[in-house]
Nanobody, 126 residues
Framework: QVHLVESGGGLVQTGGSLRLSCTAS????????MGWFRQVPGKEREFVAA????????AYADSAKGRFTISRDKAKNTVYLQMNSLKPEDTAVYSC???????????????????WGQGTQVTVSS
């Protein structure tokens, strides 16, 4: 079992920045990748970014490229999502997760994740 706890969400104005954190505990030795997704009411989870735990290779949704950066601190079992140039359409609950097959193209699909955090709200005002 892996437990994930997100933090860092909040209210920010358009153009502002936030850094989200997600710290893992439990069977952290089993983590091969981690990802960030977001969700608004009435919609499915949307892929944002993911990172390979060993190599640091990353993948981004088109909406995140050039504005968001995912990184990880292996010693702290923590993954970060630095979000810059935020827009109102970035408003959502952001959750981190651990995919069940490690690193690969499947990390962009929420169904391939076994563990999720509780989520943190990000609200961008116009």
């Amino acid at each position: 079992q892996v437990h994930l706890v997100e933090s860092g969400g909040g209210l920010v104005q358009t153009g502002g920045s936030l850094r989200l954190s997600c710290t893992a505990s439990g069977r952290t030795f089993s983590i091969a990748a981690m990802g960030w997704f977001r969700q608004v009411p009435g919609k499915e989870r949307e892929f944002v970014a993911a990172i390979s735990w060993s190599s640091g290779n990353s993948a981004y949704a088109d909406s995140a490229k050039g504005r968001f950066t995912i990184s990880r601190d292996k010693a702290k079992n923590t993954v970060y999502l630095q979000m810059n140039s935020l827009k109102p359409e970035d408003t959502a609950v952001y959750s981190c997760g651990v995919p069940n097959k490690g690193w690969g193209p499947w990390v962009q699909t929420a169904d391939n994740y076994d563990y999720w955090g509780q989520g943190t709200q990000v609200t961008v005002s116009s």
